[in-house]
């Protein structure tokens, strides 16, 4: 467990490292902190003793290492547009986009498994084809077009469900505003929810049933049979646990691609979180906001990733996580 | 009455091109505690045959015709939980692979509990015991330690001597072993072999052993049924199959046997190969390979004859039996 | 006799058609109907694609061409506001929807096969070389490819196009945005290849013919390229119509956040992003007309990705 642990931390420490030289490097070359701080009116001179004064005149080594150092902190520079250290600002935002990919994979997981693995099982039935059929349409559509017609359909034709935003939300500790804990804030992540497992959903639906099916064929399944166990233990013990190997594995690489597209959920819904902080940051060239957001993200990745290799060393016994 | 009584038994694979018959005409006997070796190529229908006796054939086969009949049921068309019941209790299986037999996410523990569990009314404890007890029948050491361990931790051998005593866990009436020992080092071949006749005849169990390998049989099995493109061309008591096969077939596997053959000469092939199922020749299956194969051969299908405590499916046989029995006569 | 020596000529060697015909695709395609609709579909956007300038009835690129009085109309069959002129209808900017959507499809399918071709180039390299090579070579490129697999292609694209957009500006944004698609896609998802070559390498290399042209002693690179690589051909062809799918939905969705193509040369995605802000006003087809568009293509690439996947059933990488 010690030898796993130290193991994630090296590779961490290395992406982390990455992602801190990127930021950097985005920090030096794009925008000019100087005309934010004091606008286009001072002489060149004047700018010249102050780009001393605060050290960006310093070889790049240096500069980086105070960045670094500032970092560590917690300190990520202070946001042009808000005013406010960019940091803050971020994790204030944070919530809403966890609770969105907290509600996203609810649906995901609430739905893939049961779908996969029925039509893993039944694979001439006619909802399996069904299912199937959906589920290539599904992966088919783009997100935000996924979004567009869920909002029209939902949202302006029917009347039954918001348009955009968060809806109410409760203070919770640490600063956490939360929208699960209200009617209005559950009802107005629906829509975004869906949106964003849309692209996922079938993905893992067909995973799924691609891999059960190969389990399925497997000799131990088989064996399972010839020992009389009865037909859900089959099923859902002895080859659901061998299909969801692969299915952690690639589940963890999905997340990354969750996070992307959250960006784009979040545009289309006007929903209050880091995704579309970001894209505004963008356009308003934040330096320090992006490389917030950058930061951010990464850690995020980096600590999912943890968590799903711990998940799966703690099903696939061949893993030695425990170190025996 | 036997224990078991396979009655012209038919299996089909429905497949795009159309049905094929992988298994025709089957009916063979098994008695209480004897050994039957299962002898022929590989896609003569021996593996489709053991698996068919539980009913384990997969989409698209079936069993098309014919009747399984054990302890006073048709396992042939028996219901679902009907035949879930039988599976593992009353006849259990030996694969062949024992490094993919077992589930490599399960505990040889959960898999041996919960196989007693399916069939009985059983605590936890009371099937670790059982469970336990049988691991020291198959002479694994330190069975407690074993117990929770996963597959991947155990050898080949010692892998199938676990799914051994997975087959043996409920004292089954019939094991039916589908090649146990092909998977393994040839070192181990013998001792697996050993036990497990030492099992069968300890416990009165009665061994359906399917094997392309006539050695085994002649050393375990008490009687052969031999088969070529999904049918029984000879079946008997297995000194007198070995000793003095009448089928040109079952001749010819003997003389292939490494022993049979002249130092430093060829082995005694036979010619050819078995033709795929959707291609069998008319008459008798085996005639374009066989030395002594005549008009009749190609026209029609043989059926059995009695030669000594043998039945032979072979018109050259017949006709010799005839012969003899008119020169008595005469 | 005659009849033996007439079986003794040598057949005549079969047509394309006829090789086709037997062939495990050729057999397959001819009773899939689904394959069949997928194809022609697929065919017809290509014709689209490549005839654009003269299918159009007007350029979508040219300012003389626009008349901005002529913006937000309706299609042609809706009587009351639609004009004969523009049968789909014409964007916020007026020009007619039908050109645009042909030019981008254009682009669009340019992009993703582009990318596609810079994804197999460098995945099948890397792939040919980890595989080939084996032991340290082969870790590093591996580790590198996980590394780069676990940012997704999209997040990896939206901070690099921000970033390109915020230092560059707009503008010069805008001329190279084709360029920048193409690269960041195209560099983003070689790992797709690169693994699944090397998986095919590494059975292909425990083969006897690899031995045997080793023997014979050819090069390694000759043995990649010649004995090794066609080999992969199916998993190639496979990993490729889904490959393309992919990477024109990732343009369009980095060209609805206003990272991709610019309005006035627009690509599928582009198009409807513009088309977004008037949906509600009632302004539909600018989104609906493109986007249906958009799906359809996708959908009949990812089907004949999967009818591929399942006639070729090669041993993809997975996970």
């Given at each position: 467990m010690i030898a796993f642990f130290i193991k994630r931390l090296f590779q961490a420490i290395i992406v982390m490292f990455v992602i801190s030289l990127i930021s950097f490097s985005i920090q030096d070359n794009l925008g000019d902190p100087l005309r934010e701080m004091v606008?286009?009116?001072?002489?060149e001179a004047e700018r010249q003793a102050l780009r001393d004064e605060m050290g960006l005149n310093d070889p790049f080594l240096i500069q980086y290492g105070r960045f670094l150092g500032n970092v560590l902190q917690g300190d990520l520079g202070t946001s042009?547009?808000?005013?406010?250290?960019a940091l803050e600002v971020i994790l204030k935002k944070m919530p809403a986009t966890l609770e969105l990919v907290f509600g996203a994979t609810i649906i995901i997981v609430l739905f893939s498994v049961p779908l996969g693995v029925y039509s893993a099982i039944k694979p001439f039935s006619w909802f399996s084809r069904v299912v199937m059929g959906v589920s290539i349409v599904g992966i088919s559509v783009p997100v935000f077009l996924t979004a567009i017609g869920l909002i029209y359909l939902?949202?302006?034709?029917?009347?039954?469900?918001?348009?955009?935003g968060r809806g109410d939300t409760v203070d919770m500790f640490?600063?956490?505003?939360?929208?699960?804990?209200t009617l209005d804030g559950l009802h107005h992540l629906i829509l975004p929810s869906f949106t964003l497992a849309s692209i996922m959903l079938p993905l893992f639906i067909r995973l799924i049933r691609s891999e059960m099916m190969e389990v399925l064929q497997s000799e131990y399944v088989k064996f399972a049979w010839a020992k009389g166990l009865h037909s859900r233990r089959i099923y859902f013990l002895h080859a659901l646990k061998n299909t969801m190997l692969p299915v952690i594995t690639v589940g963890g690489v999905q997340i990354g691609t969750m996070v992307a597209y959250t960006i784009l959920t979040e545009t289309v819904f006007q929903w209050p979180g880091m995704g579309f902080l970001f894209l505004e940051a963008v356009n308003r060239v934040d330096t320090p906001l992006i490389v917030a957001y950058l930061i951010v993200v990464g850690a995020v990745f980096v600590v999912t990733n943890t968590i799903v290799d711990l998940i799966y060393g703690l099903v696939n016994p061949t893993v030695k996580l425990a170190g025996k | 009455m036997a224990l078991l009584e396979v009655k012209n038994l038919e299996v089909s694979f429905g497949l795009r091109s159309g049905e094929v018959k992988a298994l025709r005409n089957i009916s063979f006997n098994l008695d209480r505690g004897e050994r039957l070796g299962l002898v022929g190529?590989?896609?003569?229908g021996k593996s489709v045959l053991g698996f068919s006796i539980l009913?384990?054939?997969?989409?698209?086969?079936?069993?098309?015709a014919g009747e399984i009949w054990f302890d006073g049921q048709?396992?042939?068309?028996?219901s679902a939980e009907g035949i879930r019941a039988i599976r593992g209790n009353r006849i259990s299986m030996i694969f062949q692979d024992p490094m993919m037999t077992?589930?490599?996410?399960?505990t040889i523990g959960q898999q041996m509990v919960e196989c007693l569990q399916a069939h009985r009314k059983i605590s936890f404890d009371a099937a670790k015991t059982i469970a336990v007890q049988k691991l020291k029948q198959v002479y694994i050491p330190s069975p407690e330690t074993r117990f929770d361990q996963?597959?991947?931790?155990?050898s080949g051998g010692m892998r199938q001597r676990i799914v051994i005593a997975i087959a043996l866990l409920l004292d089954p009436d019939i094991i039916i072993a589908d090649?146990?020992?092909?998977?393994?080092?040839v070192t181990i071949q013998a001792e697996i072999m050993e036990l497990m006749v030492e099992l069968c005849e300890r416990n009165n169990v009665a061994l359906i052993l399917i094997t392309h390998d006539l050695g085994v049989v002649s050393q375990a099995t008490q009687k052969t049924i031999v088969m070529y493109a999904g049918r029984i061309i000879e079946q008997g008591p297995t000194k007198e199959i070995i000793n003095d096969a009448q089928h040109p077939y079952t001749q010819g596997l003997m003389n292939a046997l490494p022993q049979m053959a002249i130092p430093g000469q060829r082995l005694n092939q036979i010619r050819g190969a078995m033709p795929p199922l959707q291609r069998i020749p008319t008459g008798c299956a085996f005639n374009p390979r066989c030395?002594?194969?005549?008009e009749a051969c190609k026209r029609e299908l043989p059926t059995f004859t009695r030669s000594g405590n043998c039945q032979v499916a072979c018109h050259m046989v017949a006709a010799m039996r005839k012969a003899e029995q008119t020169q008595e006569g005469v | 006799m005659t009849t033996q020596s007439q079986n003794k000529l040598p057949e005549p060697t079969p047509s394309a058609w006829q090789r086709f015909k037997d062939s495990n695709i050729g057999h397959s395609f001819i009773r899939d109907r689904v394959a069949q609709i997928s194809f022609t579909i697929f065919l017809g956007y290509v014709i689209m694609a490549l005839f654009a300038p003269l299918i159009a009835?007007?350029?979508?690129?040219?300012?003389?061409?626009?008349?901005?009085?002529?913006?937000e109309l309706p299609p042609s069959?809706?009587?009351?506001?639609?004009?004969?002129?523009?049968w789909l209808g014409t964007d916020a900017q007026g020009r007619d929807l039908w050109s645009t959507i042909l030019y981008g499809t254009r682009i669009s399918l340019t992009i993703g096969i582009c990318a596609v071709l810079l994804q197999a180039t460098i995945g099948i390299i890397i792939g040919l070389i980890a595989g080939y090579r084996g032991g340290r070579v082969d870790s590093l490129l591996m580790r590198f490819a996980d590394v780069q697999l676990s940012f997704s292609t999209m997040m990896v694209a939206i901070i690099v196009l921000a970033i390109f957009q915020a230092s560059f500006g707009t503008e010069l944004y805008q001329e190279l945005a084709m360029t920048m698609l193409i690269l960041v896609i195209g560099i983003a998802e070689w790992p797709q290849y690169a693994r699944t070559i090397r998986a095919s390498v590494l059975a292909e290399k425990k083969k006897e013919y690899i031995d045997a042209a080793r023997v014979m002693g050819l090069g390694p690179i000759r043995i990649m390229f010649r004995h090794i690589l066609p080999n992969t051909l199916s998993p190639i062809l496979v990993i490729s119509t889904v490959q393309v799918a992919n990477a024109i939905i990732s343009e369009a969705s980095l060209s609805f956040l206003g990272?991709?193509?610019p309005v006035s040369q627009p690509s599928l995605g582009s198009l409807i992003s513009s088309g977004f802000e008037y949906i509600f006003s009632g302004a539909w087809w600018i989104t609906v007309i493109p986007g249906v568009i958009l799906v359809v293509l996708v959908l009949v690439m990812n089907m004949l990705g999967d009818w591929l996947r399942d006639v070729l059933n090669p041993k993809l990488y997975k996970g």
């Amino acid at each position: 467990m010690i030898a796993f642990f130290i193991k994630r931390l090296f590779q961490a420490i290395i992406v982390m490292f990455v992602i801190s030289l990127i930021s950097f490097s985005i920090q030096d070359n794009l925008g000019d902190p100087l005309r934010e701080m004091v606008g286009q009116s001072v002489s060149e001179a004047e700018r010249q003793a102050l780009r001393d004064e605060m050290g960006l005149n310093d070889p790049f080594l240096i500069q980086y290492g105070r960045f670094l150092g500032n970092v560590l902190q917690g300190d990520l520079g202070t946001s042009y547009f808000f005013k406010e250290p960019a940091l803050e600002v971020i994790l204030k935002k944070m919530p809403a986009t966890l609770e969105l990919v907290f509600g996203a994979t609810i649906i995901i997981v609430l739905f893939s498994v049961p779908l996969g693995v029925y039509s893993a099982i039944k694979p001439f039935s006619w909802f399996s084809r069904v299912v199937m059929g959906v589920s290539i349409v599904g992966i088919s559509v783009p997100v935000f077009l996924t979004a567009i017609g869920l909002i029209y359909l939902f949202a302006i034709e029917l009347g039954w469900m918001p348009s955009y935003g968060r809806g109410d939300t409760v203070d919770m500790f640490w600063g956490w505003d939360s929208g699960l804990f209200t009617l209005d804030g559950l009802h107005h992540l629906i829509l975004p929810s869906f949106t964003l497992a849309s692209i996922m959903l079938p993905l893992f639906i067909r995973l799924i049933r691609s891999e059960m099916m190969e389990v399925l064929q497997s000799e131990y399944v088989k064996f399972a049979w010839a020992k009389g166990l009865h037909s859900r233990r089959i099923y859902f013990l002895h080859a659901l646990k061998n299909t969801m190997l692969p299915v952690i594995t690639v589940g963890g690489v999905q997340i990354g691609t969750m996070v992307a597209y959250t960006i784009l959920t979040e545009t289309v819904f006007q929903w209050p979180g880091m995704g579309f902080l970001f894209l505004e940051a963008v356009n308003r060239v934040d330096t320090p906001l992006i490389v917030a957001y950058l930061i951010v993200v990464g850690a995020v990745f980096v600590v999912t990733n943890t968590i799903v290799d711990l998940i799966y060393g703690l099903v696939n016994p061949t893993v030695k996580l425990a170190g025996k | 009455m036997a224990l078991l009584e396979v009655k012209n038994l038919e299996v089909s694979f429905g497949l795009r091109s159309g049905e094929v018959k992988a298994l025709r005409n089957i009916s063979f006997n098994l008695d209480r505690g004897e050994r039957l070796g299962l002898v022929g190529e590989s896609g003569a229908g021996k593996s489709v045959l053991g698996f068919s006796i539980l009913n384990l054939i997969s989409r698209p086969g079936r069993i098309s015709a014919g009747e399984i009949w054990f302890d006073g049921q048709n396992l042939a068309n028996l219901s679902a939980e009907g035949i879930r019941a039988i599976r593992g209790n009353r006849i259990s299986m030996i694969f062949q692979d024992p490094m993919m037999t077992l589930n490599p996410v399960l505990t040889i523990g959960q898999q041996m509990v919960e196989c007693l569990q399916a069939h009985r009314k059983i605590s936890f404890d009371a099937a670790k015991t059982i469970a336990v007890q049988k691991l020291k029948q198959v002479y694994i050491p330190s069975p407690e330690t074993r117990f929770d361990q996963y597959p991947h931790e155990l050898s080949g051998g010692m892998r199938q001597r676990i799914v051994i005593a997975i087959a043996l866990l409920l004292d089954p009436d019939i094991i039916i072993a589908d090649e146990p020992t092909t998977a393994l080092d040839v070192t181990i071949q013998a001792e697996i072999m050993e036990l497990m006749v030492e099992l069968c005849e300890r416990n009165n169990v009665a061994l359906i052993l399917i094997t392309h390998d006539l050695g085994v049989v002649s050393q375990a099995t008490q009687k052969t049924i031999v088969m070529y493109a999904g049918r029984i061309i000879e079946q008997g008591p297995t000194k007198e199959i070995i000793n003095d096969a009448q089928h040109p077939y079952t001749q010819g596997l003997m003389n292939a046997l490494p022993q049979m053959a002249i130092p430093g000469q060829r082995l005694n092939q036979i010619r050819g190969a078995m033709p795929p199922l959707q291609r069998i020749p008319t008459g008798c299956a085996f005639n374009p390979r066989c030395d002594y194969a005549e008009e009749a051969c190609k026209r029609e299908l043989p059926t059995f004859t009695r030669s000594g405590n043998c039945q032979v499916a072979c018109h050259m046989v017949a006709a010799m039996r005839k012969a003899e029995q008119t020169q008595e006569g005469v | 006799m005659t009849t033996q020596s007439q079986n003794k000529l040598p057949e005549p060697t079969p047509s394309a058609w006829q090789r086709f015909k037997d062939s495990n695709i050729g057999h397959s395609f001819i009773r899939d109907r689904v394959a069949q609709i997928s194809f022609t579909i697929f065919l017809g956007y290509v014709i689209m694609a490549l005839f654009a300038p003269l299918i159009a009835p007007f350029d979508p690129y040219d300012p003389n061409q626009i008349d901005i009085m002529n913006s937000e109309l309706p299609p042609s069959w809706d009587a009351e506001n639609g004009d004969e002129q523009f049968w789909l209808g014409t964007d916020a900017q007026g020009r007619d929807l039908w050109s645009t959507i042909l030019y981008g499809t254009r682009i669009s399918l340019t992009i993703g096969i582009c990318a596609v071709l810079l994804q197999a180039t460098i995945g099948i390299i890397i792939g040919l070389i980890a595989g080939y090579r084996g032991g340290r070579v082969d870790s590093l490129l591996m580790r590198f490819a996980d590394v780069q697999l676990s940012f997704s292609t999209m997040m990896v694209a939206i901070i690099v196009l921000a970033i390109f957009q915020a230092s560059f500006g707009t503008e010069l944004y805008q001329e190279l945005a084709m360029t920048m698609l193409i690269l960041v896609i195209g560099i983003a998802e070689w790992p797709q290849y690169a693994r699944t070559i090397r998986a095919s390498v590494l059975a292909e290399k425990k083969k006897e013919y690899i031995d045997a042209a080793r023997v014979m002693g050819l090069g390694p690179i000759r043995i990649m390229f010649r004995h090794i690589l066609p080999n992969t051909l199916s998993p190639i062809l496979v990993i490729s119509t889904v490959q393309v799918a992919n990477a024109i939905i990732s343009e369009a969705s980095l060209s609805f956040l206003g990272l991709g193509m610019p309005v006035s040369q627009p690509s599928l995605g582009s198009l409807i992003s513009s088309g977004f802000e008037y949906i509600f006003s009632g302004a539909w087809w600018i989104t609906v007309i493109p986007g249906v568009i958009l799906v359809v293509l996708v959908l009949v690439m990812n089907m004949l990705g999967d009818w591929l996947r399942d006639v070729l059933n090669p041993k993809l990488y997975k996970g």
